[in-house]
């Protein structure tokens, strides 16, 4: 496994998502970085994945959205994801895996299959509580008050019921789950 490879890419991804313009400079920080910390707590749980599959996940998953593409989320992500990888001279079968497990991470339509694939849609998932990344989103995006409710309680319904893979890790965001449905559901 190359982890200097995986290091390289996370700096490119660093330097993309805080130079292209495309995506709020909070981006990385707020997001990415927590679903690397949250796919290494479950890696540590769960130790025969495949670390390099799950980490260029991590890194890659969101490149639809850093690089300012439009269309589909998952299936213009994927594309990003080979183009990057091929840079780093991936081979095919590494590179459909990848594509694979960002194609399922949203848990819209095709749910993953893999243990790689729930590992990044969990933590993608358990990145949504860390940080203050709801209010982040509140002041950045453009939503009316209403419009950002409705937004955030359904993220939230299916982080919390669709893409969490395992109990245990549910266990680790159940508390901020519920105290940010009793804010977003506040009379
Ligand atoms: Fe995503
Ligand atoms: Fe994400």
């Known amino acids: 496994m190359s982890l200097k490879n995986v290091r390289q ?3 490119q991804v660093k330097n993309e998502c805080q130079n292209l313009g495309h995506i709020d400079s909070w981006f990385y920080d707020k997001h990415l970085l927590a679903v690397e910390k949250y ?5 540590k749980k769960l130790p025969q994945a495949d670390k390099e599959i799950v980490m260029l996940g991590v890194w890659l998953h969101d490149s639809q959205r ?10 213009m992500g994927a594309a990003e994801a080979k183009k990057i990888m091929l840079e780093y001279s991936y081979p095919t079968e590494m590179i459909e895996k990848v594509q694979g497990i960002i194609l399922t991470h949203s848990c819209h339509g095709q749910m993953p299959k893999t243990l790689e694939g729930k590992i990044l849609a969990t933590a993608d998932a358990m990145a949504h509580y860390a940080n203050d990344f ?5 002041v950045t995006g453009q939503r009316s008050l209403a419009d950002f409710k409705l937004w955030a309680l359904e993220k939230l319904n299916n982080d919390f019921n669709k ?8 266990k680790e965001i159940r508390e901020k789950h519920v105290v940010l449905m009793k804010l977003l559901t506040m009379k």
């Open 66 to 75: 850093f690089r300012g593409i439009k269309g589909d989320h998952q299936k």
């Open 163 to 170: 893409k969490i893979f395992w109990p245990f890790a549910r």
């Open 9 to 11: 890419i996370k700096e």
């Open 39 to 43: 796919a290494n707590f479950l890696l």
């Open 134 to 138: 709801y209010l982040q989103i509140a």
